[in-house]
């Protein structure tokens, strides 16, 4: 009797530990950012010569005389955060884009374990910005860009509810906004917003 009390007790604390380590018990829920649709529609090598707008998905303003080549904006990191501005989780990434590529297909950023809470914001940590021009004589120079405050912050509208075990997607997207200061400095700013992704 005493010996089927001790397998009994000896079961039962194997359970409870496995259980502990289980990640079937995990209070964390995971979720994957991907980018889509915030660069640029204009093909091939647009002339910017006006303060007009480009496109519907790129603006460009300001007076100069080159041709814009690529816009290559590098993040480094990417924050999520929920309704509690106290509670974060910020993930190191590197991921490059092109602001005048298009993508095929969404492109994910990151996947990170998040807290069960609503999701409201995600802000995108840029470590570089450099543009390619082309003068009217036909030289190609790179210049650097300026993204004010070196983040693009962005509104998840609807919140995403984090759930326990949950595995949730949102994707970016927006308007690119490309102005040419008189100075010569070129200024990026971004008008973006994330939602959940509701296809494959």
Known sequence: MVYFAIVG????????AVFQA?????????????ISSIQSDINGQPTITSS??????????????????????????????RNDDSS??????????DVLKAFNVSTLILSAKVPTENVTMVTLHVASA??????SQGFSVLKPVKVPSSELK????P????KAQASLSIVISGTAHIVFTGNGQIILTPVLHAE?????
């Open 88 to 97: 974060a989780v910020t993930t190191n990434t590197k991921f490059t884009f």
């Open 22 to 34: 289980s990640p079937l018990l995990a209070k964390d829920g995971t979720v994957s950012v991907y």
């Open 159 to 162: 919140a995403l509810e984090v």
């Open 52 to 81: 007009s707008a480009q496109s519907v998905n790129a603006h460009v303003s300001g007076k100069t005389n080159v041709t814009l080549l690529s816009l290559n904006v590098t993040i480094d990191s990417v924050t999520i955060e």
């Open 130 to 135: 450099i543009a390619a021009v082309r003068d």
């Open 196 to 200: 959940k992704m509701t296809g494959p």
């Open 9 to 16: 007790l000896l079961l039962a604390g194997s359970m409870i």
């Open 154 to 157: 962005i509104p998840v509208q």
